[in-house]
C-alpha cells in the first residue's frame, strides 16, 4: 500500500516536452525533449548540462513558469502543468527558488529580504519577525540581519536568497547555477550549507548546473541534460565511476581526479604513432580502489605500464580513484590491457597517444 504523502515522489516530471514556437515561419526550438525524472523527498539531484542543453527552461516548466508542449509535471501531487496561472502561483509556493545572482531588493536589509515572500503571502508581522530570525539563524547570518546587499559578501548574499527562499517552508528548492558566480571556497561552504538543510529540514533539492565539480560535492543523483534530452541518468557513484555517455565524461574530464600532466596533454595526438605510448585513464571504484590491479596486469600480460599521475578520493561515501598510465601503443598490447581492466569491472579510457 502506498504510504503517506511523505513516500510518494516530491516532483514527477512525465515524458515532459517543450518547443517554443517560432517568431516567423521557421521550425520551433525544442528546448526539452521528452524528459522523465523523478525525486524522491530528502533527495538532493543534480541536473547538468552545457549552455542551451535546456536547463533553465527545465527550471521554468518545474516552477509552472512555462506550459510544457507535451508531458505532465508533478509537484507535491499537484499536476502544476495543468494549473490556470492562480492555481500555478499556489503550487509554487511548496518550491523555494535560488538564483545565480542571488536576485536580492539593494534597498532591503538581509531581514527585510527574508522576510518579502512572507510579507506578500500577508503574514502577521510577529510571525515574520519570528520566522526571519529563525532562518537567519539557521544560514549563520544573525549578526548580518540589518546589513544591505551591497555590504555583504557574495557568499553571505546568497545565505540571504537560500534564507528567502526557505521562508514559506517549501517541499523543494530549486536552485539555478547557485554557486555559479561564487569562488572555490564560498561554494564549498554554500554546498556544505544546502547539505545540512536537506538532513535538517528533509528538504528535496534540485541543483541545476554546468559544474560537475558541484555535483560531485553533495547530489545523491545526476540528470545529464543535452539538447533538451536526457542523455543519462544515475547515482553519483554511478555517473562518476562508469560514465556511459561520451559528453558525460568530457564533463568528467574538467573534474579533479588524476589529472594529465601538461607536458604528456601538450603533446597528446588521437593518431596513433609508430612505437607511441597510449594514454589510458582508469578508473578504481569500491574495494578494487586498494588492490595492487596494475601490477597483477603488468605481471600477467608482461607489459611495461607507466603510472603517471593518480587520486584517490571519496564519492558518495565510497572509494574512488582515478590513474593515468602510459602502455604500449600498438594495437594488440594496448587492446589486451583495456580488455584486462574491464574484466576487473575497472573503466579504462584511452586519452590519445604519444610518441
Ligand atoms: N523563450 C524562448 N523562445 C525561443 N527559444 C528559447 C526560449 N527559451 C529558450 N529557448 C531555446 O531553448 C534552448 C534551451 O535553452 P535554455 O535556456 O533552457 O538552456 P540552458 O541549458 O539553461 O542554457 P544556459 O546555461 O545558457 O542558460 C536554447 O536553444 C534556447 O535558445
Known sequence: ???????????????????????????????????????????????????????????????????????????????????????????????????????????????????????????????????????????????????????????????????????????????????SALDPDTTHQILELLARIRRELKLTIILITHEMAVVKAIADRVVVLERGRVIEQGTTFEIFSAPKHPTTRSFLSTLGGAQLPETIAARLTQERPPNGQAVVRVIFTGPQANQPVLSRITRVLNVDITIVSGQVETIGGKGFGTLIVTVPGDEVTLNGVTAAIQRLDLNAEVLGYVA
Do not use: W
Request: hydrophobic share 40%; charged share 25%.
Open 1 to 179: 500500500m502506498l504510504g503517506p504523502a511523505e513516500n510518494r515522489p516530491v516532483i514527477v516530471l512525465d515524458r515532459v516536452g517543450k518547443t517554443f514556437s517560432p517568431r516567423d515561419k521557421g521550425e520551433g526550438v525544442i528546448a526539452v525533449d521528452d524528459v522523465s525524472v523523478s525525486l524522491s523527498a530528502g533527495e538532493i539531484v543534480g541536473i547538468i548540462g552545457r549552455s542551451g542543453a535546456g536547463k533553465s527552461t527545465l527550471v521554468r516548466l518545474i516552477n509552472g513558469l512555462e506550459t510544457p508542449t507535451s508531458g505532465t509535471v508533478t509537484v507535491d501531487g499537484v499536476a502544476i502543468s495543468s494549473l490556470d496561472e492562480r492555481g500555478a502561483r499556489q503550487a509554487r509556493r511548496a518550491i523555494g527558488m535560488v538564483f545565480q545572482h542571488f536576485n536580492l531588493l539593494s534597498s532591503r536589509t538581509a531581514a527585510d529580504n527574508i522576510a518579502l515572500p512572507l510579507e506578500i503571502a500577508g503574514r502577521p508581522k510577529d510571525e515574520i519577525k519570528k520566522r526571519v530570525d529563525e532562518l537567519l539563524g539557521l544560514v549563520g547570518l544573525t549578526a548580518e540581519r540589518d546589513r544591505y546587499p551591497s555590504e555583504l559578501s557574495g557568499g553571505q548574499k546568497q545565505r540571504v536568497g537560500i534564507a528567502r527562499a526557505l521562508a514559506a517552508n517549501p517541499k523543494v528548492l530549486l536552485c539555478d547555477e547557485a554557486t
